[in-house]
């Protein structure tokens, strides 16, 4: 799994999130086409930025797992 390919996957959940609201990881990582892994990888890599601006700063974006469901604030 390359950085660019997990940043495109990020970029196609984000919008899904912010549109239709919590999710389950299953529905998205099928509709993704990735393994519930692979985007449960991404969404934590996400939620836990190791550098406090990686890319910018991005005020007001909160991405939460909670079980099986993932959402956007």
Excluded: C, N, W
Excluded at 6 to 34: H, I, M, S
Excluded at 37 to 44: F, G, H, S, V
């Amino acid at each position: 799994m390359s950085a660019a390919e997990q940043l495109d996957r990020l970029l196609r959940l984000l919008p899904k999130l912010e549109a239709r609201g919590p999710q389950p990881v299953a529905a998205l990582a099928e509709e993704l086409g990735v393994s519930e892994q692979t985007l449960r990888k991404d969404i934590e890599t996400f939620v836990r930025r190791e550098h406090p601006e990686p890319a910018g700063y991005m005020e007001a974006v909160t991405v939460t797992m909670d079980g099986d469901m993932v959402s956007l604030e």
